[in-house]
């Protein structure tokens, strides 16, 4: 059977209560519910925390999701990515992300402070933010609740 790293059980020591702090902030947003879902793991790799909706092919965590992770790097680097992913288990990935391009065209305004990247096949979209344990329930709910008004858009061109 595998072990931690001690690395990573200082990931977790550190990190664990923001990230459930971020996520039960989260799912108490009005918007949550119906059928948003959160995927949140920690394992070899840190921490990683999706949110998706159920029917966005991500069951097994490959298919569309906004993401944050945190492991050793983010913590040196003290920022961590917030990700709109299209993974490989998303059918069409190539088409959705040219008819995801065309739908945010009217809104990538409102996204500025992201970087935007159409032609990547699986990160459209990044923001990096400062990491810290108090802020970083508030960072995500901010940001996820931004993100979350896109999952009209992406259900309208699945």
């Known amino acids: 059977m595998p072990t931690l790293k001690p690395a990573r059980v200082e990931v977790y020591d550190n990190w664990s209560g923001p990230v459930t702090k971020a996520r039960n902030e989260l799912t108490g947003q009005a918007w949550f519910g119906g059928d948003w879902w ?11 925390f999706q949110l998706s909706k159920t029917h966005w092919f ?12 945190i492991d050793s790097a983010e913590v040196a680097a003290g920022t961590f990515p917030i990700v709109l992913h299209f993974e490989p288990e998303t059918p069409d990935r190539d088409g959705l992300g040219r008819r995801f391009a065309g739908a945010f065209a009217d809104r990538q305004a409102e996204f500025a402070d992201y970087r935007i990247n159409h032609k990547a096949v699986c990160d459209k979209m990044v923001k990096e933010i400062k990491l810290t344990k108090a802020g970083l329930p508030k960072s995500v709910v901010a940001e996820f609740t931004r993100l ?11």
Not at 58 to 69: A, D, K, L, Q, V
Not at 148 to 158: M, R, Y
Request: aromatic share 14%.
């Open 38 to 48: 959160i995927n949140q793991s920690f394992g070899s790799s840190g921490f990683g």
């Open 58 to 69: 991500n069951h097994r965590s490959r298919g569309i999701h906004f993401e944050f992770w």
């Open 148 to 158: 979350a008004t896109l999952g009209d858009l992406i259900d309208g061109i699945l």
